[in-house]
C-alpha cells in the first residue's frame, strides 16, 4: 500500500522554524521526486518545493526561496522540508506527493498538515 505521511507541522511565531516530514512507503522511493504544496482554503494549491531523488535536483518557489530547504533520506525513505523565517503568510495545510520528475504531475499524495503562523 502506497504512502505519505505528513508530519512536523503545529503552531509557530512569525520569524520561527519548523521541520516536516514526508515518510514514504509502497513504492520506490530513490525512483521518485517528492514535492511539498501547500494550500488555503479558497486559494489555489501552490507547489512550493520538491526534489529529485534520482539525481538530487531540486526546485523552490519565489515565496519560499532563501528560507525553506529541502532535504531527502534514502535510508529513511523520507523528505524533509526546513522552514525558516516564517510569516503568517505561511499559514496553510501542507502537503508532500510523489512524482515522477520535477514538474511531473502529482501520482501520490498525503493527507498534509497544518502549519500556523501567528503573528
Known amino acids: 500500500e502506497v504512502q505519505l505521511v505528513e508530519s512536523g507541522g503545529g503552531l509557530v511565531q512569525a520569524g520561527g522554524s519548523l521541520r516536516l516530514s514526508c515518510a514514504a512507503s509502497g513504492f520506490t522511493f530513490d525512483a521518485y521526486a517528492i514535492g511539498w504544496f501547500r494550500q488555503v482554503p479558497g486559494k489555489e494549491r501552490e507547489g512550493i518545493s520538491c526534489?529529485?531523488?534520482?539525481?538530487?535536483?531540486?526546485y523552490y518557489a519565489d515565496s519560499v526561496k532563501g528560507r525553506f530547504t529541502i532535504s531527502s533520506d534514502s535510508a529513511k525513505n523520507t523528505v524533509y522540508l526546513q522552514m525558516n523565517s516564517l510569516t503568517p503568510e505561511d499559514t496553510a495545510v501542507y502537503y508532500c506527493?510523489?512524482?515522477?520528475?520535477?514538474?511531473?504531475?502529482?501520482?501520490?499524495w498525503g493527507k498534509g498538515t497544518l502549519v500556523t503562523v501567528s503573528s
Open positions: 506527493d510523489a512524482r515522477h520528475s520535477l514538474i511531473g504531475r502529482s501520482e501520490y
Open positions: 526534489i529529485s531523488n534520482r539525481d538530487g535536483s531540486t
